[in-house]
């Protein structure tokens, strides 16, 4: 089904967000600065958004929309919090940047090693990218090994070592690999399928002694929303413990969303490290990742492995993250997020099933994807199967009544507080009109 020229999009995308995209695509590669937002899989141009609050877009022409990104996870508490607003605006008055220590750096490293159960040192840096990135080379000097095991459709970030079937933008765009990523980069990354657990047994059986340490996404986002099995989490741990190598949790998009303390505390399986992105900056711009002190001290300067930013620490994005911890440990969101998760998935999978449309709903908390798969998907071989086609449909008829999903089939949605129950059921509204549009 071709997409790109329909009269839904068209009537879909203001004149101001067209125009906007046209001049856009002038000056800016694709006409964006992350592929996540150039609707390549849905097709048309995306919409340009001039502001947000609590559960709300709106796009340049006036357009509002609930969203159901959150900014691809962070904004758990809805945007414009007036807590982390108020926060961001005190920073700012203080100056954006010292290039200096601040006790308020100490503050966000308290908060995330008393609730993230993995983590008992942290160094905070300005993206999950970086986090990654970060995190790998700490484990290849720690344990003198040069490789390292990743999953298909799994992403974290655009590390050349992990740009190896990466899910999400990649595959969207259908660019599983990227051009400037050298064999050299790749050549010690082994993917795997996710869920696998024969072929997780046979690597290190095979290769153990060489292997630095296993990254994967404990809940993953990055091909849609598909939960580990209980015996491939439990088998990652043994087999990482058994064979010296370092177990990496890539929280960015499920650390503080899941529970406070990450997937790691949902399901009860504690990594070497973990990196985290999105809601521990609050919003802006910023990442970290901790782990076993033992780990931890061996980087400079209490070590020898290099890592170093400018801007890691920036007080502006500290004080987001701060003003946003608080407000998750002092008045946990989780039990509501589950009940409103809940009706959401189920209100969208019956809404899917009254019409007669193959689907799975697959749902951790507030993170779910409707799949348009006659299967269960458990890795990318499963997700691949989706109906591209029936995905843009869905995508552009919610467009059309006010509700504003992932414009790919492998993004999980997300989200927050502040959506109502009455918010919930009006999106269930909106997929049951567009399905009963469908002949």
């Known amino acids: 089904m071709s997409t790109a020229n329909s009269p839904a999009i068209h009537h879909a995308i203001g004149p101001k967000s067209r125009e906007a995209f046209a001049r856009a695509r002038k000056l800016i590669p694709g006409g964006v600065n ?25 796009d340049i022409d006036g357009r509002r929309y609930l969203d159901y990104i959150g900014s691809w996870g962070p904004m758990i508490l809805g945007h414009a919090h007036p807590a982390v607003i108020e926060a961001i605006t005190q920073a700012a008055q203080r100056g954006t940047s010292y290039g200096a220590p601040t006790e ?17 040192e942290v160094r905070l840096v300005n993206s999950g990218t970086e986090a990654t990135m970060s995190a790998i080379r700490v484990a290849r000097g720690v344990t003198g090994r040069e490789r390292i095991i990743k999953f298909a459709g799994n992403y974290h970030g655009h590390v050349d070592s992990l740009l190896v079937s990466a899910g999400s933008a990649a595959a969207t765009l259908g660019v599983p690999d990227s051009p400037g990523v050298t064999v050299g980069a790749s050549r010690d990354t082994l993917v795997l399928p996710y869920n696998d657990v024969p072929a997780l047994i046979r690597a290190f059986e095979e290769q153990g002694a060489e292997i630095a340490a296993v990254i994967l996404e404990p809940v993953v986002g990055n091909m849609g929303c598909v939960v580990p099995s209980f015996d491939f989490l439990e088998v990652l741990r043994n087999q990482t413990t058994r064979h010296g190598a370092i177990l990496i949790f890539d929280e960015v998009m499920t650390g503080f969303r899941l529970a406070l303390g990450g997937a790691q505390q949902l399901y009860g399986v504690t990594p070497d490290m973990t990196t985290l992105g999105k809601i521990v900056g609050g919003g802006m711009p910023l990442g970290a990742y901790g782990g076993k002190r033992e780990i931890m001290e061996q980087v400079l300067p209490a070590g020898k492995i290099f890592q170093a930013g400018t801007l890691s620490g920036n007080p502006v994005a500290v ?18 997020l589950e009940a409103m998760g809940k009706r959401l998935g189920d209100g969208l999978a019956a809404a899917a099933s009254a019409a007669g449309i193959p689907h799975q709903l697959q749902r951790v908390g507030s993170m779910m994807t409707l799949f348009f798969n006659a299967h269960p998907v458990q890795n990318w071989t499963d997700a691949d199967r989706s109906d591209r086609a029936a995905f843009a449909r869905y995508f552009w008829g919610l467009i059309e009544r006010g509700v504003y999903m992932p414009c790919s089939q492998f993004e999980a949605l997300f989200f927050s507080r502040t959506h109502t129950a009455e918010h919930i059921d009006q999106t269930i509204r909106a997929a049951e009109e567009v399905f009963a549009s469908w002949p």
């Open 34 to 58: 992350s592929p996540a937002r150039a609707f390549g899989g849905v097709g048309g141009s995306p919409l340009f958004i001039q502001r947000a609050e609590g559960p709300w877009l709106e």
């Open 104 to 120: 308020a750096e100490s503050e966000l490293a308290e908060r995330i090693i008393r609730t993230v159960p993995s983590v008992e």
């Open 319 to 336: 004080a987001a993250g701060n003003a946003t911890l608080a407000i998750l440990e002092s008045e946990p969101p989780y039990e509501y």
